[in-house]
């Protein structure tokens, strides 16, 4: 059974940093896009970014609002992404989701994992 | 970045009824697009990627279409668990965007 679970959420001072973790089970991990969506409170979705798998080196693409800020690295020996956020805003408030990123050609977030929630508060 | 609108941003809607929610891309973005489901507190829902094709396990009354940029995703007959909100992606640029969500209420 495929499952991710988000963790390292929690409350962060505006200027500080955060690294939350995706630990995902029952597939090659490896060769696999991760992707980050977050989600404002009672707002919509929003891709943060995403890291390719081993077989296409691994490299990471962001939304404009966090490129500089957030970084998306991967452990395939350990099955976690990781995604490190630094000079935190009170706007980066939200759940963090980790996704799957599925292809038949045309890609899409096949399995989600349950969320960890950022708040960014003085 | 490629914007997505969706159309209605919300639906009233009665058991039974068919639905459809609109999703225009800003550009021409060749069926690279899904649509998801999201109820209260949960994560979102994969139910139809690449504009038409249905996720495995999602019940059949869900359907997917697309003329040009536009795409449509169809309940045929609305079931009480159908009531979320409804969001569109596009996955044709690397800078991936979503539509802003329609949310389907109970008339």
């Known amino acids: 059974e495929v499952q991710l679970v988000e963790s390292g959420g929690g409350l962060v001072q505006p200027g500080r940093s955060l690294r939350l973790s995706c630990t995902a089970s029952?597939?090659?991990?490896?060769?696999?896009?991760i992707n980050w969506v977050r989600q404002a409170p009672g707002k919509g979705l929003e891709w943060v970014g995403f890291?390719?798998?081993?077989?296409?080196?691994?490299?990471?693409e962001y939304a404009a609002s966090v490129n500089g800020r957030f970084t998306i690295s991967r452990d395939d020996s350990k099955s976690i992404a990781y995604l490190q956020m630094n000079s935190l805003k009170t706007e980066d408030t939200a759940m963090y989701y980790c996704?799957?990123?599925?292809?038949?050609?045309?890609?899409?977030?096949?399995?989600w994992g349950q969320g960890t929630l950022v708040t960014v508060s003085s | 970045d490629i914007q997505m609108t969706q159309s209605p941003s919300s639906l009233s809607a009665s058991v039974g009824d068919r639905v459809t929610i609109t999703c225009r891309a800003s550009?021409?973005?060749?069926?690279?697009l899904n649509w998801y489901q999201q109820k209260p507190g949960k994560a979102p829902k994969l139910l139809i990627y690449?504009?038409?094709s249905l996720q495995s396990g999602v019940p059949s009354r869900f359907s997917g279409s697309e003329s040009g940029t536009d795409f449509t995703l169809t309940i045929s007959s609305l079931q009480p668990e159908d009531f979320a909100t409804y969001y569109c992606?596009?996955?044709?640029?690397?800078?991936?965007?979503f539509g802003q969500g329609t949310r389907l209420e109970i008339k």
């Open positions: 996704t799957r990123q599925g292809s038949s050609g045309y890609p899409y977030f096949d399995y």
């Open positions: 029952g597939f090659t991990f490896g060769d696999y896009f």
């Open positions: 890291i390719r798998g081993t077989a296409y080196g691994g490299t990471t």
């Open positions: 550009q021409s973005i060749a069926s690279h």
């Open positions: 690449a504009a038409s």
């Open positions: 992606q596009q996955t044709y640029s690397t800078i991936i965007t």
